[in-house]
């Protein structure tokens, strides 16, 4: 059974930078397209950016040009590089593996922008 892993959440005053983690156990992550979602507090869960297997990516209009994901199927892992972040970027960040018939999610790790 695959399961996954975040870490790298954490405090960050705003401007700063923070690079999350995501590891992957299991044989089906290097043929899967892979995603980060956000939940902020009293939200519903959000996309954040997602990478394909074959490494194409996509972004909320929110974090793009801040935020770049890439993975490293040597690893089993993706990562969520964060940039410039801001206030309304806290949330816990959840990565999951897009997969049928249903998504797999890891745990969450809290990401939290404040002075």
């Known amino acids: 059974q695959v399961q996954l892993v975040e870490s790298g959440g954490g405090l960050v005053q705003p401007g700063g930078s923070l690079r999350l983690s995501c590891a992957a156990s299991?044989?089906?992550?290097?043929?899967?397209?892979m995603g980060w979602y956000r939940q902020a507090p009293g939200k519903q869960r959000e996309l954040v950016a997602s990478?394909?297997?074959?490494?194409?990516?996509n972004y909320a209009e929110a974090v793009k040009g801040r935020f770049t994901i890439s993975r490293d199927n040597a690893k089993n892992t993706v990562y969520l590089q964060m940039n410039s972040l801001k206030s309304e970027d806290t949330a816990v960040y959840y990565c999951t593996i897009y997969s049928y018939p249903v998504n797999i999610w890891g745990q969450g790790t809290q990401v939290t922008v404040s002075s």
């Open positions: 299991g044989s089906i992550f290097s043929t899967n397209a």
């Open positions: 990478i394909s297997s074959g490494g194409g990516t």
